[in-house]
């Protein structure tokens, strides 16, 4: 039966299998990249109880795979589009199901579609700490990456065929197509591969410092901020109030147990270490650190090689509080309880007095106001 509504006819000439595999292999290519960069930084940031730790070295190891996932995840949002636009005339063919295998076909489609848009939001709206939701962000993005992960594996295993016809411009399906649309498709992926080069370059200089002259759509410059590097909670968002200088201490439990001041901490021997800041939410920065090893006041505290050590901060409530070291991390002579920042005491929202500074280690486990450290063995 015909419906009473005709559905609407498309003159657009682009909305076919060729100019959908091609921008769906680039969309692929993106989607894979973010989903194993997320899985590393996902990794990091709740390890599994399988793994007893992740190498400390190279230092700017996750600066790079997280800048990885933040600019794929970019670069996939005019993907996104253009192979929506390439191939939403699909909505309206009729009829919708033709057959339950044509249907689940649709819905893996449907749920693929909705995924995707979700994942590549709040992702975005994340790299600019907005949260316009009433879920936590981390846990429903993770999730969600292996429900568009599942419906792509799905939805290519299902296409095969199909782009498997037409895969290259020598393809069976690809010499069968119009050969004057094949101008228009050069210029159409021209200007989508246009639009990828343009929000990458455009923001891939908030942790690509070599770039960040070019940064302009980025939400954060990593030069802005105090001591010259960004601040993402300050001490008056995380509720930490003025530290005096004296009534600090730094507890260390361990089998034994001390409690150092400030002036305990200065007496130590001293060290320095150029490692980055390198946020989740897409901005890296490098700067200098100086302060006491983790490892020195582990050994003092009679902590065996093998013991993860809970770092504790000053701040009350709140996620970021707590984070916890393995043991290599704790044993890497370039992890520090950092005491000064480009050769200044560490400004109140940079953790004053005491910091933790690790390599390789996401932002928010790089605690800040640290007053305890608990040896877990
Ligand atoms: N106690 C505490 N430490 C914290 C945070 C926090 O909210 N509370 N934020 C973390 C995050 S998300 C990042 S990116 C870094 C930023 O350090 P900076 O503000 O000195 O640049 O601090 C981390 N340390
Ligand atoms: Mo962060």
Known sequence: MRPRLLPPRFTGRLHDPRTATVIGRWLGAAFAVCFATGLISHGMQHPPSWLSGFPSRPVGAYR???????????????????????????????PPVRSPRHGLERLSVGLLVGAAVFEVATGLLNTAQWYPWPFSFVPVHYAMAWVVTGSLVLHVAVKAPDIGRHWSRRSAGTLALPAEDARNRRSLLTAVGAAVGAVTVTTVGQSFTPLKGLDLLAPRHPDQGLQGLPVNRTAAAAGVGAVAEDGYRL???????????????????????????????????????????????????????????????????????????????????????????????????????????????????????????????
């Not at 770092?311 to 290599?328: C, I, K, N, P």
């Open 64 to 94: 790079f795979t997280q800048g990885l996932h933040v600019a794929s995840g970019i670069a996939a949002v005019p993907l996104l589009l253009a192979k929506l636009w390439t191939v939403y005339p699909r909505l309206f063919t009729w």
């Open 251 to 377: 507890r260390v439990d361990g089998p034994r147990p001390a409690v150092l001041t400030l002036a305990d901490l200065r007496r130590l021997p001293q060290y320095e270490a150029e490692l980055p800041i390198a946020c989740v939410e897409g901005w890296s920065k490098s700067a200098h650190w100086g302060g006491v090893r983790i490892r020195d006041l582990l050994e003092r505290a009679g902590a065996p090689a093998h013991a993860r050590v809970r770092v504790v901060s000053l701040q009350t409530r709140g996620g970021y509080r707590v984070s916890e070291l393995d043991a290599t991390h704790a044993r890497d002579p370039l992890t520090l309880l950092a005491l000064r920042l480009g050769g200044e005491e560490l400004a109140p929202d940079h953790g004053y007095p005491a910091r933790l500074i690790a390599p390789n280690r996401p932002g928010v486990l790089q605690t800040k106001w640290v007053c305890r450290l608990e040896v877990l063995t």
